[in-house]
C-alpha cells in the first residue's frame, strides 16, 4: 500500500478526536500520547495492515504531526490575543 496525499486528513481526524476526548475528561497532559497511540492504531488498521514497520512510521508520522498542528495554531492564536 502506497501513502496517499488524501490520508493527510487523518491528522485533523486525530485532532478532532483528541478534543473530544478532553471534553470527556481526558486530562490534557496526557493528549500527545494518546495522539500517538490514535496515529498508531490507524497505522496498523488503515494506512499499513501486515505491514508493522510502515504502520508504525505512517501513524508516529500522523500522531506527532497532529499534535504540532494543534500546538502550533494554540501557540499562534494565543500569542495575537495579548498584542
Excluded: H, R
Excluded at 26 to 49: C, E, H, Q
Amino acid at each position: 500500500m502506497e501513502y496517499e496525499a488524501y490520508d493527510v486528513v487523518l491528522i485533523p481526524f486525530v485532532m478532532g478526536l483528541i478534543q473530544v476526548l478532553k471534553k470527556l475528561g481526558m486530562p490534557k497532559k496526557l493528549s500527545p500520547i494518546v495522539a500517538l497511540v490514535i496515529g498508531n492504531v490507524m497505522g496498523f488498521v488503515y494506512l499499513a495492515p501486515g505491514e508493522p514497520e510502515k504502520a508504525i512510521i505512517w501513524g508516529t508520522s500522523i500522531g506527532l504531526a497532529s499534535i504540532g498542528v494543534y500546538s502550533g495554531t494554540k501557540n499562534t492564536v494565543e500569542m495575537n490575543k495579548y498584542k
